[in-house]
């Protein structure tokens, strides 16, 4: 059963990444969690995705309430565990808890230009691109 538990001092030393190849699209498990610090004040959530008691991946979102959304800062699966459908039902899930606190309608993400898996995973939730800054892509989803 896939779920999400917040990152605490129990459970974030797991050595979740990804591949060589993905290194460029994702940051790093301690980048990941250094924002969830920095962002602290607008309701940062740290999580790692489970199967069971299986850590297979780790997330970050938190409030941009000057944009009125939500944030879906980092999201990554574990290379030993990709192309499984973790991805999609980690994604679900955090969607489903962005809804069910209902601060702000809208969920902005980023994502860099060339993450052909991220783009389709992404569009795949309705998605769509809004702009560009640098070479991250900006796409936003209504809740």
């Not at 004040?41 to 409030?63: C, I, K, Q, W």
């Not at 939500?70 to 999201?75: E, H, K, T, V």
């Not at 991220?118 to 640098?134: I, M, N, P, Q, W």
Request: charged share 25%; aromatic share 12%; net charge neutral.
């Amino acid at each position: 059963m896939i779920r999400l538990e917040s990152i605490d001092e129990t459970n974030w030393r797991y050595p979740l990444r990804v591949s060589d190849a993905q290194k460029a699209y994702v940051a790093s498990t301690t980048v990941l969690l250094a924002r969830a610090y920095a962002y602290r004040n607008l309701h940062s959530r740290a999580f790692l995705v489970r199967d069971g008691e299986t850590p297979v991946g780790m997330g970050l979102y938190y409030d941009c309430p000057e944009m009125g959304a939500y944030d879906l800062s980092q999201f990554f699966i574990d290379e030993r565990y990709q192309r499984r459908g973790y991805a999609k039902a980690a994604v679900r899930l955090v969607l489903d808890a962005m809804r069910q606190d209902g601060r702000y309608r809208r969920v902005l993400l980023c994502y860099i230009a060339g993450n052909t898996a991220a783009k389709a995973l992404y569009e795949s939730f309705g998605f769509v691109e809004t702009g560009r800054d640098g070479d991250e892509i900006v796409m936003e989803k209504t809740l």
